[in-house]
């Protein structure tokens, strides 16, 4: 999903006199391109929005309180994306011990430093201040790279849980095809399943290897380079998924098979 950039400019009632207006075109200046509001996804990787340092610029008390109040709405949004995948990261059953770790302490640090920014833009006295507030909070890339690396390090965790499970039917598996072939049924269509079996569960075992480790290694700094990364990680996990989808159908025809 591509991430739909904004921006917006505090705008005031138009007042007579020029000295009004250029205060408001100064903070437009100060403040323009510095917010965005990204589409929400479970996995989203987009290019990052440029970052570079504001004009110095005057600006109006009016100007001055609606950057405050559009930086602290956009604040309000990061915080409460971070306190979701906090919920999803403590409801998840598949992360390893030391996943949960890392994005737990990385979830927080992100939670604590945005809260700080919170508590401090309303106590700043000009629009670069806000600007400059502004610019840390783009920068810790909350929906841009945080959000996908947390959902991208579960899927994985997650997908290589489920080929573990189904890779450990598969002694039992052979077992039973093999004893019905002692007992003179015919188990071509049967070893055939299996065989298909295996090889999915390998495909998406090798989907899902190192992908956690890749994800967590990275940091928002890492924007937009570690573009690259995520979207291989996205399209290797997709293919982790079809082949748990296939290895699943064939259990299910190995157990039909196993009834008749």
């Known amino acids: 999903m591509v991430l739909q950039l904004r921006t917006r400019v505090p705008?005031?009632?138009?007042?007579?006199?020029?000295?009004?207006?250029?205060?408001?075109?100064?903070?437009?200046?100060?403040?323009?391109?510095?917010?965005?509001?990204?589409?929400?996804?479970?996995?989203?990787?987009?290019?990052?929005?440029?970052?570079?340092?504001?004009?110095?610029?005057?600006?109006?008390?009016?100007?001055?309180?609606?950057?405050?109040?559009?930086?602290?709405?956009?604040?309000?949004?990061?915080?409460?994306?971070?306190?979701?995948?906090?919920a999803a990261v403590g409801v998840s059953t598949a992360l390893t011990s030391s996943d949960r770790s890392t994005l737990n302490a990385e979830l927080a640090s992100a939670v604590a430093a945005l809260t700080a920014l919170q508590q401090k833009i309303p106590t700043d006295a000009s629009c670069d201040e806000v600007a400059t507030d502004a610019q840390a909070m783009v920068a810790a890339r909350v929906f841009l790279f945080v959000s996908p690396q947390v959902h991208l390090t579960?899927?994985?965790?997650?997908?290589?849980?489920?080929?573990?499970?189904?890779?450990?039917?598969?002694p039992k598996i052979a077992q039973r095809i093999a004893a019905a072939q002692q007992q003179g049924r015919t188990v071509n269509s049967a070893q055939a399943t299996f065989s298909d079996f295996q090889n999915q569960v390998t495909t998406a075992s090798q989907s899902s290897a190192g992908i956690s480790s890749a994800a967590l290694a990275l940091t928002a700094a890492?924007?937009?380079?570690?573009r690259t990364t995520l979207e291989h990680a996205q399209t290797s996990l997709a293919s982790g998924r079809k082949a748990l989808v296939k290895a699943r159908a064939d259990l299910r025809t190995l157990k039909a098979d196993a009834r008749q």
Not at 29 to 40: C, E, I, N, R, W
Not at 75 to 80: D, G, M, P, W, Y
Not at 222 to 226: A, E, I, K, L, R
């Open 11 to 86: 705008v005031a009632r138009r007042r007579p006199g020029a000295s009004a207006a250029a205060g408001l075109l100064a903070a437009g200046a100060a403040v323009a391109g510095l917010f965005f509001t990204p589409a929400f996804g479970a996995v989203s990787v987009a290019s990052a929005a440029s970052t570079a340092p504001p004009p110095s610029s005057t600006c109006s008390t009016t100007a001055l309180t609606d950057a405050q109040n559009h930086a602290l709405r956009a604040l309000t949004r990061r915080i409460t994306r971070l306190h979701a995948l906090s």
């Open 154 to 170: 579960i899927a994985a965790d997650t997908e290589t849980q489920m080929a573990g499970a189904l890779n450990g039917l598969e």
């Open 222 to 226: 890492s924007v937009p380079g570690s």
